[in-house]
């Protein structure tokens, strides 16, 4: 969906222009209207939090560096990070850094966000406050947010809309409002992952 790998087949289309096909700078200002959180926030290890913010801006904008500064400070705020701009990515911790990568994500004001499990590899705690940042940035900022997750906790607290693909076969299993695919789905797997339910076919048989 963000144009990493062409697709097997089928498109991505984004306020009309078509990502699979796009080349050159129509690509560019496509791949610009949408920000990215990788899922181990993949931030600079060289650069501070600060500089990390501030590479979109670097990077697709003329603005004066003094007001690259200011944004990526605004963003930082934004995402609870002000305190922590001139601080190296190893002094943060695993919620902040992720913190950090929405901020960086955010910089040049899209109007989409992916976040890849942007729970894995937290605790219980910094999930919820990643799940709550989310919430807020969606319903203040007004961003549509994308998110790959397998935390039912995260899904049920955050999701508006709910698209299970499966591997095996290779499409779409079921969509919906989490809820309603936790209590009507029809489908057995679909029913046990929303529920967290085991399956009594892989437990343990007495011998």
């Given at each position: 969906?963000?144009?990493?790998?062409?697709?097997?087949?089928?498109?991505?289309?984004?306020?009309?222009?078509?990502?699979?096909?796009?080349?050159?700078?129509e690509?560019?200002?496509?791949?610009?209207?949408?920000?990215?959180?990788?899922?181990?926030?993949?931030?600079?290890?060289?650069?501070?939090?600060?500089?990390?913010?501030?590479?979109?801006?670097?990077?697709?904008?003329e603005?004066?560096?003094?007001?690259?500064?200011?944004?990526?400070?605004?963003?930082?705020?934004?995402?609870?990070?002000?305190?922590?701009?001139?601080?190296?990515?190893?002094?943060?911790?695993?919620?902040?850094?992720?913190?950090?990568?929405?901020?960086?994500?955010?910089?040049?004001?899209?109007?989409?966000?992916?976040?890849?499990?942007?729970?894995?590899?937290?605790?219980p705690i910094?999930?919820?406050?990643?799940?709550?940042?989310?919430?807020?940035?969606?319903?203040?900022?007004?961003?549509?947010?994308?998110?790959?997750?397998?935390?039912?906790?995260?899904?049920?607290?955050?999701?508006?809309?709910?698209?299970?693909?499966?591997c095996?076969?290779?499409?779409?299993?079921?969509?919906?409002?989490?809820?309603?695919?936790?209590?009507?789905?029809?489908?057995?797997?679909?029913?046990?992952?929303?529920?967290?339910?085991?399956?009594?076919?892989?437990?343990?048989?007495?011998?």
């Amino acid at each position: 969906m963000i144009g990493l790998n062409p697709p097997r087949s089928g498109e991505v289309w984004l306020e009309g222009s078509n990502l699979i096909t796009a080349e050159g700078d129509e690509r560019l200002e496509i791949l610009r209207k949408f920000g990215v959180m990788y899922q181990s926030g993949a931030l600079f290890g060289s650069m501070t939090v600060l500089e990390n913010v501030r590479l979109p801006l670097d990077e697709f904008t003329e603005l004066p560096e003094p007001l690259k500064e200011l944004v990526a400070l605004a963003k930082l705020k934004m995402v609870g990070l002000g305190n922590a701009a001139n601080k190296m990515p190893s002094e943060l911790s695993g919620g902040m850094q992720k913190r950090a990568a929405i901020a960086r994500a955010m910089a040049l004001d899209p109007g989409i966000l992916f976040l890849d499990e942007p729970s894995a590899g937290l605790d219980p705690i910094t999930s919820a406050g990643i799940d709550l940042l989310v919430s807020g940035l969606a319903r203040h900022v007004g961003i549509t947010f994308v998110i790959v997750s397998h935390e039912l906790a995260s899904i049920y607290a955050i999701a508006d809309r709910v698209i299970m693909v499966d591997c095996q076969s290779q499409g779409i299993v079921a969509e919906g409002k989490p809820a309603d695919l936790r209590e009507h789905a029809t489908d057995p797997w679909v029913h046990r992952f929303f529920n967290r339910e085991a399956d009594a076919s892989h437990s343990v048989q007495p011998t």
